[in-house]
């Protein structure tokens, strides 16, 4: 399946999420509880608390076989603390290589998630693989609360609006005024600003090809 997503933004959203190969297969590759209100997680950021047993099962069966797919149902529903306790009890229950959490990602995740936030927001056609990009690594991360009330969505009602009005150059700001939900410097904070810069390189159009005029040859 064509994804738009560039392959710098998609190695953001790997990276953001699991890290590179040697860190994930350390303390990814079996379930993790990032914290708050997130549930027990495997893959690349896939979050079982927040997807039914039968979409876990439709979203990793071409991926892996059905005995470890039945050990991800099992954690459906479950988040927050129960999730922590979850983990500590069940955490070494499964594991999910390199490869598969990679083949699984970009193949069914990806895909998914570009067509979430293409629901979401106006006008992404209208922007470069960067860009797009950008708005699916925060889209993955905090899901599409692009039309949430209350003051902890304030940046995602802005960026839909600036997509809508299609003042791009609007947007970069909004990821970095977000980070105000977090810490200085710790992970989501370090993300709103990589994501904010991705976004920023991929409104600069691509310089002109220089064409060198034949030099005629001489007798």
């Known amino acids: 399946m064509t994804v738009k997503s560039s392959q710098r933004a998609i190695l953001l959203i790997v990276t953001e999420e699991d890290g ?5 297969m350390k303390f990814e590759a ?7 209100a997130s549930g027990p997680t495997v893959g690349i950021g896939y979050d079982c608390g927040y997807s039914t047993a039968a979409q876990i099962n439709a ?3 071409t991926y892996i076989d059905q005995a470890r797919n039945k050990i991800l149902s099992s954690a459906a529903g479950i988040s927050g603390p129960a999730a922590r306790q979850w983990v500590a009890s ?3 229950s499964v594991t999910i290589t ?3 959490s990679m083949a699984q990602f970009s193949g069914h995740e990806l895909p998914k998630w570009e067509a979430i ?3 979401h927001l106006p006008n992404t056609d209208k922007l470069s693989g960067d860009s797009f990009g950008a708005l699916v690594s925060l889209t993955y991360n ?3 609360s692009y039309d949430l009330p209350g003051n902890r969505c304030l940046e995602m009602r802005n960026i839909k609006a600036h997509m809508a009005a299609e003042q791009f150059d609007l947007i970069p700001n909004e990821f970095l005024a977000m980070r105000r939900l977090w810490p200085v410097g710790k992970d989501l904070w370090n993300r709103r600003s990589h994501e904010a810069l991705l976004f920023r390189d991929g409104l600069v159009p691509a310089a002109p ?3 060198v005029p034949a030099v005629a040859a001489t007798a």
Not at 20 to 24: A, I, L, T
Not at 30 to 36: A, D, E, L
């Open 20 to 24: 590179d190969q040697n860190y994930y």
């Open 30 to 36: 079996h379930f993790s509880w990032p914290g708050g």
């Open 59 to 61: 979203d990793w069966a």
């Open 90 to 92: 069940h955490g070494n």
């Open 98 to 100: 390199w490869a598969e």
């Open 117 to 119: 936030t293409t629901a």
């Open 142 to 144: 905090r899901g599409p």
């Open 209 to 211: 090809a220089v064409v």
